[in-house]
């Protein structure tokens, strides 16, 4: 039971590329949730959805990319990468009961 | 102002002993509040989840809401080395389908044998 699979684990980018972080879940849950866990400032939510074509923003969505076409996927874009934006990523997910499932989460530098 | 207050720590208590961890919030709105514990290089899991103002208990774990205060907690007792990890409180309006969830910064916590 794989749960919510995030990839890549690493990366390392340059200032301006653009990437995306991919997220799966296989437990048809419909909220799915992105967020940023910085020394000091905890887990800053960046964008969520609570279905297929329904994304709304969070605490922190400058930069950042969302779109939801499955139930499965919820994939976060980083549309021109910035030093600011280096930072360990969650995606979670949830059936509505007020579980939040993570996902081993994904280390990204932006030089 | 944060919608969510958590002292950061670093904790250090002895093993055996009763550990208090808090947050504050300002935001009325929140009914549903949950505690997350996050071992080192890992993502959060749920530890306790609760409902309004009350305690729920579950092992060694209890969990306080106080509405009115606009204060929850989470105490550990009987701790042990294997309870070291960072404790995050979250708390959201409505259930988590429909609303965002809202975390603190977190507290580590370091149980000494």
């Known amino acids: 039971n794989a749960g919510v699979t995030q990839t890549p684990k690493f990366q390392v980018l340059k200032t301006g590329q653009s990437m995306t972080l991919q997220c799966a879940q296989d437990m048809n849950h419909e909220y799915m949730s992105w967020y940023r866990q910085d020394p000091g400032m905890g887990l800053r939510l960046i964008h969520y959805?609570?279905?297929?074509?329904?994304?709304d923003q969070g605490e922190v969505p400058n930069g950042y990319n969302v779109s939801r076409s499955t139930t499965e996927d919820f994939p976060l874009r980083l549309l021109s990468a910035a030093p600011s934006q280096t930072s360990v990523y969650f995606c979670?997910?949830?059936?509505?009961?007020?579980?939040?499932?993570f996902g081993e989460g994904s280390r990204l530098t932006v030089l | 102002q944060k919608e969510v207050e958590q002292d950061p720590g670093p904790l250090s208590v002895p093993e055996g002993a009763i550990v208090s961890l808090n947050c504050t919030y300002s935001n009325s709105a929140f009914q549903y509040f949950m505690w997350y514990r996050q071992y080192s290089r890992k993502g959060p899991e749920l530890l306790m989840y609760?409902?309004?103002?009350g305690n729920k208990e579950d092992g060694r774990f209890t969990a306080q809401v106080d509405k009115s205060s606009k204060y929850i907690s989470l105490f550990i007792r009987d701790s042990q080395p294997s309870d070291s990890a960072t404790y995050l409180c979250a708390m959201s309006a409505r259930s988590s389908s429909a609303s965002k969830i809202i975390f603190g910064s977190g507290t580590r916590l370091s149980i000494r044998p």
């Open positions: 609760t409902y309004s103002s």
């Open positions: 979670a997910s949830s059936s509505g009961g007020g579980e939040l499932f």
């Open positions: 959805s609570v279905g297929a074509g329904i994304t």
